[in-house]
């Protein structure tokens, strides 16, 4: 069964930092468009970041260009986001998963994505 666990949420002080995990199992990450996604209190959920299974290209959300940083890992059949200099507007629950098209959920409304959502991890700004 093919599934998406995301991790490493959690408290946080503002201008702090953070790394998210998510885990695949059932099938390889690298074959797949992976991105992730938040979803603020009261706000629509939005992609943030996202690797094209095509040549590996990565999009961003201007958002959060320069602050976030997605790795994939296919040895580990992973994908991180490094969270850095976090402000009170990311706190959010975050989600990974294999959007049909990276550009379409990093500029636009667009969350179309292939599966279902996971669980999501709680990221919340201190400050």
């Known amino acids: 069964q093919a599934q998406l666990v995301e991790s490493g949420g959690g408290l946080v002080q503002a201008g702090g930092s953070l790394t998210l995990s998510c885990t695949a199992s059932?099938?390889?990450?690298?074959?797949?468009?992976i991105g992730w996604f938040r979803q603020a209190p009261g706000k629509e959920r939005e992609g943030l970041e996202c690797?094209?299974?095509?040549?590996?290209?990565?999009y961003y959300r201007d958002s959060v260009k320069g602050r976030f940083t997605i790795n994939r890992g296919d040895a580990h059949n992973a994908v991180d986001l490094q969270m850095t200099n976090i402000v009170a507007e990311d706190t959010a629950v975050y989600y990974c998963?294999?959007?049909?098209?990276?550009?379409?959920?990093?500029?636009?409304?667009?969350?179309?994505?292939?599966?279902?959502w996971g669980q999501g991890t709680q990221v919340h700004d201190e400050s």
């Open positions: 998963a294999t959007p049909v098209s990276c550009k379409a959920v990093t500029t636009t409304k667009n969350n179309q994505i292939l599966g279902d």
């Open positions: 059932g099938f390889a990450l690298g074959n797949f468009n």
């Open positions: 690797v094209s299974s095509s040549d590996a290209s990565i």
